[in-house]
């Protein structure tokens, strides 16, 4: 693997003089801005070719950072245009399992890149935002998000689909308010008086029964009501479409902090958070089978352990003795639902809203029932790198999933066969798992790792298949790595101390 190295080096003289300037510390000189020290490349990131990479940047450390573009066959760095900046791809789209194609958006618009031909298409120009794309199926249809309900297009045909129709409130007749008693005795008796009202009811019957099977079939409405709609995702196979329910609890009222430097020369509220240890809002995730036309929960109620209580309760008996009568299931957020690449499994990552658990499940989403594949449980707070975090969890084949645990007291790496339940650790140490990514052919797993003091970290690899991880930065220090999308290539940022 060839290297790239993007580093920004101090002038020591500079350094030297600027502090001898500064004299005894103050709280003006400690608090003014860091610039004088030296700004850090920030933002790095690969062209989708990978035959750049760009980064932010202040070269004279004077004012705001700029994006800089490093070709790494001459290592030169240059200042990128606005034209080229405004026509770049952006870290946020999907690959096709070839690493050919790329589909992203930005700035609401939808867009495919070819490595190939080397060519952007605009796909969609419209004034909706179109944002989180995927390819589905055998990769001639995207998936893409508007607003809260996700559509269809097809690259062959362009053909548009809406998939799903989230509402507030059922405008099918569901929610149409339905007859007293009296009002109903009345409607009866007017049909049994009447043949002329009797032969108009059926009149009306016959055009609504005819009009219904003239019209297309509607799609089916998911009626929300006042919950927020967030994390809609769709299966590999375009069959299952999970998303989340969020219920903001009641009461509950955002801090407000006064600006008085504003431009205006009046006062201003400046928007902030909730008071700790305000009542938080709760979630459910929910599956919504397309082929069925049903939508039902993830069934939270029989996870290992969903009853239990922290150990502080022990120091509050009163507390410990209330809850304890009220035998609650806790709250919990699905955080993820991860799929293989043909649909065929799926596993969700959960976490407790106390922060003492997480579990990750296999998922049968025709049921919505999960089954345990691992538990995580601090009685202090759940959390380290990797941990809980679906970005650094997913499917090494069909049925093999890696997660990152601190079972043994460091986060490492996990990979557990959703089927027989079997674990496997494929590092240990007394060190941690900082980063890590699977490789696009699926055989390497990529990470960062303070294998060789707490302080310094290098990128490594090791089979999926586990093994003695092989060293491959160098420079003793901090290596913040970025892998091109070929993954021949590694931008590095370097840190080091004197």
Not at 5 to 13: Q, R
Not at 169 to 190: F, M, R, V
Not at 224 to 248: A, H, M, N, Q, W
Not at 280 to 292: E, K, N, P, W
Request: charged share 30%.
């Amino acid at each position: 693997m060839k290297k790239l190295l993007v580093t920004l080096l101090l002038l020591p003289a500079a350094t030297t003089s600027f502090a001898q300037k500064l004299g005894p510390l103050t709280i003006e000189k400690i608090m003014r801005d860091p610039k004088w020290i030296g700004v850090s490349p920030s933002g790095i990131d690969w062209a989708d070719d990978s035959k750049k990479v760009y980064f932010k940047w202040s070269e004279d450390a004077s004012g705001d950072a700029e994006l800089y573009a490093v070709n790494p066959a001459d290592n030169k760095a240059r200042k990128v245009t606005l034209a080229e900046e405004r026509d770049l791809s952006t870290d946020n789209g999907d690959w096709n399992k070839q690493h050919t194609r790329k589909i992203f958006s930005k700035d609401g618009d939808l867009f495919l890149f070819d490595v190939k031909a080397g060519k952007t298409t605009r796909l969609t120009n419209t004034a909706a935002r179109e944002t989180e794309p995927v390819f589905i199926n055998d990769e001639t249809k995207v998936v893409y998000r508007e607003d809260n309900n996700l559509f269809t297009i097809s690259l062959k045909t362009g053909e548009l689909v809406q998939l799903t129709n989230f509402v507030r409130e059922a405008t099918d007749g569901q929610s149409k308010k339905q007859p007293n008693e009296q009002e109903q005795w009345l409607k009866k008796q007017q049909l049994e008086l009447f043949d002329i009202i009797k032969e108009k009811a059926k009149e009306d019957k016959d055009d609504s029964t005819r009009n219904a099977l003239l019209k297309p079939e509607k799609l089916k409405e998911i009626v929300t009501g006042d919950k927020r709609v967030s994390e809609v995702k769709i299966s590999p196979d375009g069959r299952f479409i999970t998303y989340r329910l969020t219920k903001r609890a009641d009461g509950v009222k955002n801090a407000i902090v006064p600006n008085y430097v504003t431009a205006s020369g009046f006062t201003e509220d400046i928007p902030n958070r909730s008071k700790v240890g305000r009542a938080s809002s709760t979630s459910q995730t929910f599956v919504y089978d397309t082929q069925r036309g049903t939508y039902y929960p993830i069934i939270t109620a029989d996870i290992p352990g969903i009853k239990d209580l922290p150990d502080y309760l022990k120091d509050y008996p009163e507390e410990l003795k209330e809850r304890q009568k009220q035998n609650a299931d806790r709250p919990v957020t699905i955080d993820g639902v991860l799929w293989n690449e043909s649909g065929s499994n799926a596993v969700v990552i959960i976490s407790s809203q106390d922060n003492k658990d997480c579990w990750i499940m296999s998922l049968d989403p025709l049921t919505g029932k999960l089954r345990l594949l691992d538990r995580q449980r601090d009685e202090a707070w759940i959390g380290g790198p990797g941990i809980d975090n679906p970005g650094r969890a997913g499917f090494i084949d069909a049925t093999h999933f890696y997660y990152q645990s601190e079972a043994s007291g460091y986060s490492h790496i996990y990979v557990v066969d959703v089927e027989s339940g079997t674990k496997k650790q494929l590092t240990s140490g007394k060190w941690e798992v900082q980063t890590l990514q699977l490789s696009k052919d699926k055989k390497i797993f990529y990470f960062t790792a303070n294998i060789d003091h707490p302080g310094i970290t290098h990128f490594y690899s090791i089979p999926v298949s586990g093994g003695t991880p092989v060293k491959i930065t160098g420079m003793k220090g901090g290596n913040e790595v970025t892998l091109s999308p070929d993954e021949k290539w590694l931008a590095i940022r370097y840190s080091y101390s004197n």
